[in-house]
């Protein structure tokens, strides 16, 4: 099989962008395009944008190989036709994003986050939405039918797919699956738990997935607890071999952290929030030390001056001559000069 375009690997600006896409599709107008798919998704985006190029050409068939998974299987859906390897699987799940909410909070700000979750919750609910009408047009089905499967999120068989109507055709081709530690590290930067490797004499039947495949479903992609979930969580932290310390409690404090996440290397990684709020308590203190110095500085020359007027006839002190503003102006100056003599 000749392919026109190959996309295996991220999904997105930094691998298959839907302007790369473009600039590749431009060149073959009118023409039949055969695209061999092998990705683990990336950004729902550029995919969007992707399956509508292939909408927008007519003559396009996909064939999916290895793991084809989130947005990769958007894309796909664009296709005139789309094949699958009866050796790939195929992943649909709800949307996600990144949360940032880690730190210590007052009542306000606890507040304010809850509003925030709840709408990226709509936001998200918005556009698993979308994705389950356009999986329900590719399948030909209702979209209640499609949600429960984006919110089980399970890795699906050739026969599987073809049963549900996200694939047209299995075909022969490909290779039995290889799950080496290449393969592990990309499962590792889409978030996926790490698949056990299968038997080698493993064969994969047309009716059932392989044992190695139903024990991950299992594991990993059942409901879990709250205590299996927290266990799960203990080890995707070590898994990324990061170490938190509160021995820095200046720096701590200046952040408003309980600690510092260190990686194997002994290197920390700050957010432009972080740089800024100690940049500023520096430059603070700068400004702080200066005033001190001037202050300080002004001290010293009143010091002086009280000390070249010692011979000034100020000794009218008992009553019998002078008046009360140079008693006055006299006891502020010893006041003064007792405040600052331990700094001279």
Not at 274 to 283: E, F, G, L, P
């Amino acid at each position: 099989m000749e392919y026109n375009l190959s996309i295996d690997s991220h999904i997105g600006p930094w691998g298959y962008s839907k302007n790369f896409i473009r600039n590749q599709m431009s060149g073959l107008k009118n023409k039949p395009v055969n695209v061999r798919v092998s990705s683990l998704g990336g950004s729902v985006d550029d995919a969007l944008d992707i399956r509508q190029q292939f909408i927008d050409h007519g003559n396009v068939t996909c064939y999916l190989y290895g793991y084809v998974a989130s947005a990769a299987t958007i894309l796909a859906t664009g296709a005139k036709k789309t094949c699958m390897s009866q050796y790939a699987f195929y992943l649909i799940h709800k949307v996600s994003n990144w949360i940032d909410a880690w730190g210590n909070y007052n009542a306000d700000q606890i507040q304010q986050l809850i509003d925030d979750l709840k709408a990226n919750k709509l936001e998200n609910d918005k556009m698993d939405l979308v994705l389950a009408n356009l999986y329900a047009n590719k399948c030909k089905k209702k979209v209640d039918e499609i949600l429960p499967i984006l919110k089980e999120g399970r890795w699906l068989t050739a026969k599987e797919a073809l049963e549900y109507g996200f694939v047209d055709e299995i075909i022969e081709d490909g290779t039995k699956l290889n799950f080496d530690d290449a393969m592990k590290t990309r499962f590792n930067m889409f978030h996926l738990p790490e698949l056990p490797a299968p038997d080698k004499k493993a064969e994969i039947k047309d009716d059932e997935a392989p044992n190695w495949f139903n024990n991950f479903v299992n594991k990993f992609l059942k409901p879990q607890n709250t205590e299996t979930t927290q266990a799960q969580n203990k080890t995707q932290i070590n898994s990324t071999q990061k170490f938190m310390k509160k021995d820095y409690q200046k720096v701590n404090s200046i952040l408003k952290i309980d600690g510092m996440e260190f990686d194997k290397d002994g290197k920390v990684t700050l957010t432009e929030d972080q740089v800024k709020a100690i940049n500023d308590h520096i430059a603070n203190i700068e400004k702080e030390s200066s005033d001190k110095d001037n202050e300080i500085s002004d001290l010293k020359t009143q010091n002086e001056n009280l000390k070249k007027n010692d011979g000034d006839d100020t000794t009218h002190i008992n009553g019998d001559e002078g008046d009360d503003d140079d008693v006055t102006k006299l006891n502020t100056a010893n006041e003064m000069f007792n405040s600052v003599k331990d700094l001279l």
